[in-house]
């Protein structure tokens, strides 16, 4: 049998160390998805009113380029968090989101839980505080790619 | 031929038996001695200085199966002169040898415990003995993984042995900073695998190979996990000439990586790796 959204919620890093009113809160918001292989989740420019909990599979964040075709930035696995638009205005995607193989995920509606966060500013600050530190570790994988640190040195 | 630290000087011809394309600038040399007999004992993580006559020397780790004592085995990517001129040897040709110099992967102390290794780039070659040796022994340690992170997928190193590895109950997990068409793996540092690898943090090690600034996040990252401090060890490099301590070049604060190093815990370098122009 399927499990509930809020169980679910306590196996993923993200909510497991959430208190019970807040993930109960959240889970009202979530649906259990699956994708395909190759399927796209999210095209830019398309509104973001959703973000997804990967529970199993990979997704990768993309860009179109018309010279290279699709430019993968990342990858996300299992256990990790993509999409972050709904949050803030004008709420559109700002890459394409892809399922690189099948993934189980669930997939949290934002309108629902921007209006639970305004209502619950206690519960708002929380789950911002958990976004940030999303936002810092990507940033900081990023730094990281950036750098090219595998180049060549000279000797 | 056996060769001796007490003549650490002295640079010693082999053979070049093979050399196998790695990556369009990486090569792997498998090097051996005319006269019948051993090549030197040595230990993973430790290195040799290798002469290509008539451009110079340059500290290069030694990449082969420590179990294999007639060949020695080194991966060597064309970045210089040195380098490059060492990737051309032709089968039959000869390369100067010093060494093996330096420490050594605590593969013993850490038995019983999971290993974590973590190769960056090249970083991967000095972290393959390391792979041999828990295949030969591999019921001595819990779980091991691998995680790997290399520029784009083409410049992945042994791509052939990693079915191998992964036989041997070895966690492979790669990641790359930049995909190529058909490329279905991960894209991302590779600090982005730690989170995802299981791990008995309390009762593991781990061993680090890459550029300096990866290495240190791959501490904090490892850390996080709970890894303890004392038991992260990296692999150094710096501009290693003598191999022995005599010149001074390698000195990083108190320590020559040729002589102390190049295997080192974190924790005993890491304010000097802070500092700039150090």
């Known amino acids: 049998m399927e499990k509930d959204i809020e169980a679910l919620l306590t196996e993923h890093p993200f909510f497991k160390d959430m208190t019970a009113p807040y993930r109960s809160l959240i889970a009202g918001c979530g649906k259990n998805v699956r994708f395909d292989s190759g399927q796209l989740l999210a095209k830019t420019n398309d509104p973001a009113n959703r973000f997804f909990a990967i529970r199993h599979g990979r997704m990768s964040i993309e860009i179109q380029s018309p010279e290279r075709g699709p430019l993968i930035v990342q990858t996300l696995e299992a256990g990790d968090i993509v999409g972050w638009s709904w949050l803030f205005p004008p709420y559109d995607w700002k890459f394409d989101v892809r399922a690189v193989e099948e993934v189980r995920a669930i997939s949290f509606d934002g309108e629902c839980l921007r209006g639970k966060c305004e209502r619950d500013p206690a519960m708002g600050y929380d789950f911002m505080k958990r976004f940030a530190q999303v936002f810092m570790k990507r940033l900081e994988a990023t730094r990281l790619q950036l750098l090219d640190l595998y180049g060549n040195v000279p000797r | ?278």
Not at chain 2, 32 to 44: E, H, I, K, Q, T
Not at chain 2, 177 to 206: K, M
Not at chain 2, 219 to 242: D, I
Not at chain 2, 251 to 278: H, M, T
Request: aromatic share 8%.
């Open chain 2, 1 to 278: 031929m056996e060769m001796s630290l007490a003549e650490p000087m002295l640079t010693l011809p082999l053979r070049v038996r093979k050399n196998r394309k790695e990556t369009h600038d990486t090569r792997t040399l498998e090097l051996v001695s005319d006269n019948a007999g051993n090549g030197p004992a040595w230990r993973p993580g430790q290195f040799m200085m290798l002469y290509a006559f008539g451009s110079g020397e340059i500290p290069i780790s030694i990449s082969g199966d420590p179990a294999r004592r007639d060949t020695i085995i080194h991966t060597v990517r064309a970045v210089g002169d040195v380098s490059r001129a060492i990737c051309e040897a032709k089968a039959g040709s000869s390369i100067g040898v010093r060494g093996p110099f330096g420490s050594a992967w605590p593969t013993d102390r850490y038995e019983e415990h999971d290993i974590v290794l973590v190769a960056g780039g090249i970083g991967l070659a000095p972290l393959r003995p390391v792979l041999y040796t828990i295949m030969a022994n591999r019921s001595r340690y819990t779980r091991v993984s691998l995680l790997i992170g290399a520029r784009s997928p083409d410049l992945l190193l042994y791509r052939g042995e990693m079915l191998q590895w992964r036989k041997h109950e070895i966690d492979v997990r790669l990641t790359v900073d930049a995909a190529i068409p058909g490329w279905q793996g991960a894209v991302g540092a590779v600090t982005t695998l730690i989170p995802r690898i299981e791990v008995n943090a309390a009762h593991s090690a781990a061993f680090i190979v890459g550029p300096e600034i990866m290495m240190r996040f791959v501490v904090l990252a490892l850390a996080q996990r709970g890894v303890p401090l004392n038991r992260l060890f990296v692999s150094l490099e710096r501009n290693m000439k003598c191999a022995v301590g005599f010149c001074g070049h390698c000195q990083l604060g108190p320590a020559f990586i040729c002589k102390d190093g190049p295997i080192f815990p974190y924790s005993q370098l890491e304010r000097w790796l802070a500092i700039r122009n150090v």
